[in-house]
């Protein structure tokens, strides 16, 4: 199982993204609005669309877990395309979109440790398939992944520039009933506690849908990375 998984992910990394894996852009007239740096519509910080800039803008539908590879894809794409096109980095930007299972992985690892996320959500190590406690969108060295998988965490995302987003649809229906239950707290103060959980940098919208919606919205090119 571990080989298989090491080949599948060798194989991942050195491949070119397959041109038929990105959908269409959004209509031109739509992705030339201005999002607004910064908008803020209802309470929600909705001004994100104006960081998806550059020749190419990609957004990431992430609704699983799958031992957190979805979230190294939204980072891989563009290493290939600097290696292979030359196209600069600053040319490249990527939205994030975390939601359904995968809101897991906007939690920090210390939530995951408290709340058992891992074992809540089935989440495995992604080389050894090995249960996790930690969050396995954010795992290095120390946790048995090394270069360059280390290279492409949530984390790492985020300090590059990455928008990742959150769905709160999510939020409340699978982390909040958690935190619930194990604190015997109110459900709005249990919710008060997961969004506290968040990752530092992961901008929680409305739901997954909204999210995609709106960077699409800003001329970015749709895969389903899970």
């Known amino acids: ?124 190590h992604p080389l050894t398939g090995a249960s996790s406690d930690r969050n396995v969108a954010m795992l290095g060295a120390s946790d048995g992944v090394g270069e360059p998988y280390s290279n492409f965490t949530l984390d790492k995302f985020l300090e590059r520039g990455g928008v990742a987003l959150a769905c709160d649809l999510a939020l409340r229906v699978l982390v909040t009933p958690i935190v619930e239950r194990v604190e015997g707290v109110p459900t709005e103060r249990a919710y008060a506690m997961a969004r506290e959980g968040l990752v530092p940098g992961v901008i929680l919208q409305p739901s997954g849908m909204f999210a995609v919606m709106r960077a699409q919205e800003a001329g970015a090119f749709y895969f389903q990375a899970s």
Do not use: C
């Open 1 to 124: 199982m571990e080989q298989n998984r090491r080949e599948f992910l060798d194989a991942l990394l050195v491949s070119t993204v397959a041109g038929g894996a990105l959908l269409g852009a959004f209509p031109a007239a739509l992705a030339a609005g201005n999002l607004g740096v910064e908008e803020a519509q209802g309470g929600w910080d909705t001004g994100w669309g104006s960081r998806l800039t550059g020749r190419l803008k990609t957004v990431f539908d992430v609704p699983e877990i799958e031992g957190g590879i979805p979230v190294w894809r939204a980072s891989i794409w563009a290493a290939q395309y600097e290696a292979v096109l030359r196209i600069p980095a600053r040319e490249l930007s990527t939205a994030l979109v975390l939601r359904h299972n995968a809101i897991a992985l906007a939690m920090r690892h210390e939530f995951w440790a408290k709340y058992g996320i891992g074992p809540a959500f089935d989440a495995k």
